[in-house]
């Protein structure tokens, strides 16, 4: 017997389903790092609770004195 898919309960498939490690070089030295993640949660402000995937990355870099450092965030794409 199928269950439909709107009878399931969409809390179960959110949260975080994947992070990757990148590190950044520039002329063989390291100059910071990413991670690189994407998300599922439920929105409940456009799309009536379904779930949305969202995807982007959090970023770390430094100049070569280690004098300044500069973070990042890219929220990435929106997908249904």
């Not at 199928?2 to 002329?27: K, N, R, Y």
């Not at 599922?40 to 770390?60: E, F, P, T």
Request: glycine share 12%; net charge positive; aromatic share 8%.
């Amino acid at each position: 017997m199928a269950i439909p898919l709107q009878a399931l309960d969409p809390s179960s498939f959110v949260g975080t389903m994947e992070v990757e490690f990148q590190p950044m070089q520039s002329a063989g030295g390291k100059k910071g790092c990413t991670l690189v993640y994407r998300v599922v949660g439920q929105d409940y402000a456009y799309r009536k609770g379904n779930l949305i995937s969202l995807a982007g990355n959090l970023g770390y870099q430094t100049d070569e004195k280690r004098a300044n450092v500069a973070l990042s965030l890219d929220r990435g794409d929106r997908q249904p």
